[in-house]
């Protein structure tokens, strides 16, 4: 409403305005919407850390607020399925009582999801993936973006939409027929096989970054390499490559992205807790029939976000850069 | 080092024929510049010479070397982009060795060519330089630089300079000459600039619709043009042109009648030369600097005549009058203190001496 107020109201007071208060009152209007749009981003994200600082029972409390953090420590054992271990180390934190009472319930759920959970194996078995799929999908992606990009060839421009076309089918109608086939090769239940099916996902897509990436880059640069000597090879590893980084990191968050945070496939393929990976069994360890352990899936949650948050934060530039470098060349 | 030679080349791509059979001998050492509007097959030419457009049909020879076939890098030629093309993630200096690198020369050979060019270009102080940190004079003094260190047999410039500043291109414009002065290197130069030809070439080449209008040294294209194209597009300001009707003349020889009144005597050397063509309605071209105020004595080619002047337009050096003759506008060069004002009369001399006669059919000048 008040958004439709300023909006509403700002150009009628330009009108008789210098131009540095019409500045003004789009600075003003760009702050309230930017403003707007990081309460509305950072909500779920923050009720998810304020879950994950309680146990079960101050969650279900209807006293408290589920808005806020918890206030007093949480009764040890409280959490349904904690093991010993997990009850002797939260013993130990609680006797740190100089912190507050929500870090002590946060570090109580980190503690035990590491200790009483296979959370652990399923954060092993999400990097394992995610960096071979990454791999996988670089080593395909930027070679065929080249000579779908770069080579004139009978039916290039064809076989670079469909690539795109490619990536437009969804997952939950892929999951199905790609279940017979990782079934045939003997990887179901297996994280290997998730390997084998996420790049179905990430090189079309890295794939059509990529050729956006490599068509900006003017063709006299690769007739200069040519007449330097270099081979299609060289020209890729030492012109393109180098040129096209930021198109290649983007490409490259994109399916570290995707791989980390698929969970169609993994819901599908696996059900061994020794193969899953954090998606899928944060949810099939932590949801027992109707046993909901907020606390520590919310806590599962924010752990699993954090390399991707991490990653984002470093390469963030970068990101922007190849995307829309991308954007208007692809 | 080496001559290259074209026999017959023709580019077609899909439905267009962008070159049309072209025959061009370049000597060793020489400076040949190709020139010509946009869209004359000028690029597609030198790109042919480099390999990078495949010939429909003809030869290419380089150093007697039939080349068709030879991918770019056989060729043992080196090319300069107009937009330098400058590898954007290295140095001047990795730029420049890049293609040494590639051939795997030896270090010290690599810094020892680098820094001979490098000097030559004055880039020395650059030389750890990224592109983006270069002016555009810079760069494109490293993309010389980059052709200089692999001493090809031939150079190659496809507009070099269109990029540039016009007082930066002047500069360049020299440089480029120096260079090839102490490199001597055969180079092969396009440019849609037909004072950068002039300035820069041992002979031009000047293209139209992908064929070869004429080939000679700048004089010669200069003083005697063979074709109406030709004398239009060099020199600056361009050759007037007026509708004429050549006629026996009263006292014998010939002269051109040019309409409102104006009736140019033909020197008496040139009688026998357009004699066949008494009686025909012809086009009759005189150069600006050719149409002077009248300074000392008439010489025996030169005709005084009066006109009203339509545009004045001072230059400094020198002022440019333009007045019309029918409905053609006819510009002159004048020394400006002689020069009259808008809608005033004039008295003006033209040096028939230059003058040329050019059938309208053919296009040829007789
Ligand atoms: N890759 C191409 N495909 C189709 N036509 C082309 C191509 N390159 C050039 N042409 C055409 O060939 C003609 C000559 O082009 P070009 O040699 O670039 O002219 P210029 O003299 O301006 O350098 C032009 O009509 C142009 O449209
Ligand atoms: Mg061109």
């Not at chain 1, 079934?183 to 090189?203: A, C, I, M, N």
Request: proline share 6%; hydrophobic share 45%.
């Amino acid at each position: 409403m008040t958004a439709a107020a300023i909006g509403a109201d700002a150009p009628r007071r330009v009108v008789g305005g210098s131009i540095r208060r019409s500045r003004r009152w789009a600075l003003i209007t760009s702050y309230f919407f930017l403003i707007l749009f990081a309460i509305f981003f950072l909500v779920p994200p923050y009720y998810q850390l304020a879950t994950a600082t309680k146990t079960s029972e101050q969650i279900s409390n209807q006293d408290t607020n589920p808005w806020l953090p918890a206030m007093s420590a949480g009764q040890e054992g409280l959490n349904p399925g904690g093991a010993n271990a997990g009850k002797a180390n939260l013993a130990k934190i609680k006797k740190d009582s100089w912190l507050p009472a929500a870090v002590q319930g946060f570090m109580a759920n980190i503690s035990q999801l590491m200790n009483d959970t296979d959370f652990p194996i399923y954060f092993r078995n999400t990097a394992i993936v995610t960096v071979c799929v990454v791999i996988i999908t670089m080593v395909i992606a930027v070679p065929a973006a080249f000579s779908l990009g770069r080579m004139k060839f009978w039916g290039s421009g064809v076989l670079a939409t469909g690539v795109f076309l490619t990536y437009l089918v969804p997952d939950s109608l892929l999951f199905i027929p790609l279940f017979k086939v990782v079934g045939g090769l003997g990887l179901l239940d297996s994280y290997w096989g998730l390997v084998l099916v996420y790049p179905t996902l990430t090189v079309p897509f890295c794939t059509w970054i990529m050729i956006g990436y490599f068509q900006s880059i003017p063709k006299e640069l690769d007739e200069a390499a040519l007449i330097d000597g270099a081979n299609h090879i060289q020209m890729l590893f030492r012109i393109f490559i180098p040129v096209a980084l930021p198109g290649l990191i983007a490409a490259t968050i994109f399916a570290f992205t995707v791989s980390w945070a698929a969970f169609v496939y993994p819901m599908a393929f696996i059900y061994s807790s020794d193969q899953l990976v954090l998606t899928a069994g944060t949810i099939t360890s932590l949801v027992k029939a109707d046993v909901y352990q907020w606390g520590m899936i919310m806590t599962a949650a924010l752990l699993a976000a954090a390399p991707p948050l991490v990653i984002y934060a470093f390469l963030m530039d970068y990101y922007i850069a190849g995307l829309t470098a991308g954007a208007t060349k692809g | 080092m080496a001559n290259v030679a074209l026999r017959k080349v023709v580019k077609k791509y899909d439905r267009t024929e962008a070159v049309r059979g072209i025959d061009l001998d370049i000597a060793d050492k020489e400076f040949i510049v190709l020139v010509g509007p946009s869209g004359c097959g000028k690029s597609t030419t030198l790109r042919m010479i480099a390999g990078l457009e495949e010939v429909t049909d003809g030869e290419i020879l380089i150093g007697g070397d039939l080349v068709n076939d030879v991918p770019p890098k056989d060729r043992d030629i080196a090319m300069v982009f107009q937009n330098y093309a400058l590898y954007p993630h290295m140095t001047v200096y990795e730029n420049m060795s890049f293609g040494l690198r590639l051939k795997k020369f030896p270090k010290a050979e690599i810094k020892s060519r680098v820094d001979h060019a490098a000097g030559i270009l004055g880039i020395t102080e650059l030389l750890e330089r990224r592109p983006r940190q270069l002016s555009g004079g810079q760069r494109q003094r490293v993309a010389m630089g980059r052709a200089i260190v692999r001493n090809p047999r031939v150079f190659l410039f496809d507009e070099p300079l269109s990029n540039l500043d016009a007082k930066l291109r002047v500069q360049m414009r020299t440089e480029i000459k120096k260079v090839h002065q102490t490199v001597k290197t055969t180079t092969v130069y396009v440019t849609h600039d037909q004072i950068e030809a002039m300035t820069l070439a041992d002979r031009v080449v000047v293209m139209n619709a992908g064929t070869i209008e004429q080939l000679g040294t700048p004089h010669d294209l200069y003083h005697t043009p063979r074709t109406k194209f030709v004398a239009g597009f060099i020199g600056s300001p361009a050759m007037n042109f007026v509708n004429c009707k050549l006629v026996e003349a009263a006292g014998g020889g010939l002269s051109t009648r040019l309409g409102n009144g104006l009736t140019f005597k033909v020197p008496p050397d040139r009688t026998q030369r357009y004699k066949s063509h008494v009686g025909r309605e012809l086009l009759f071209g005189l150069r600006p600097e050719h149409i002077t105020e009248p300074r000392g004595d008439l010489r025996p080619d030169c005709q005084e005549f009066d006109v009203t002047l339509d545009v004045v337009e001072p230059m400094g050096m020198e002022t440019m009058v333009y007045f019309m003759v029918e409905d053609t506008e006819v510009c002159g060069r004048v020394n400006p203190a002689s020069a009259g004002a808008p809608g005033q009369p004039m008295r003006l001399v033209a040096e028939l001496g230059n003058m040329h006669l050019i059938d309208p059919q053919t296009e040829a000048v007789i």
